[in-house]
């Protein structure tokens, strides 16, 4: 999942430099070569988006209003946001959440996004186009199978209140 990674990076810089916290050397220098590596091909017209999406396929969940929480596949994906297939109607200008859960790392991205367009898929179902905002989070998953140990054990016996002897 490169592309979702670097998406992942370039919405968080994004959103550190749009909160007027600067970036440093090694931040833009990052920031730039992401951007030229979602660059739109060379034959693109002016007037299309700014970056290219590349083509993916794997799932996610929406969350939104009206009791929204759906798996859907994502068929697209750049900094500027990404393509939904298989999902339910949803209204155009709602802003929802998209949780992409990457089991392997124990890793789940979450976006926030604005729905852009909607159009009719196969069936009952719809395509969306998402345009991301705001800043994404990053919420690192510990193993399941986690085994108390020596660490575990200091941190319980600080936290502990120490009795007083009578």
Known sequence: MLALDLVYQYRKLLGKCEAGLGLEVDEIISLTAIESSFAPEPQARPDERKFRRDRVDFTCRLRGPGGLNDSVRVSEIGPGGLVCRQTPFVDE???????????????????????????????????????????????????????????DRIRMEQSAPHQIAA
């Open 93 to 151: 200008g709602s802003v929802i959440e998209v949780v992409i859960d990457d089991a392997e790392l124990d890793l789940s991205y979450r976006f926030y996004a604005k729905v852009a367009w909607l159009r009719e898929d196969v069936g009952d179902d719809f395509a969306l186009g998402l345009s991301f905002v705001g800043v994404p989070l990053l919420v690192h998953y510990g193993p399941a199978d986690h085994k108390e140990d020596a660490v």
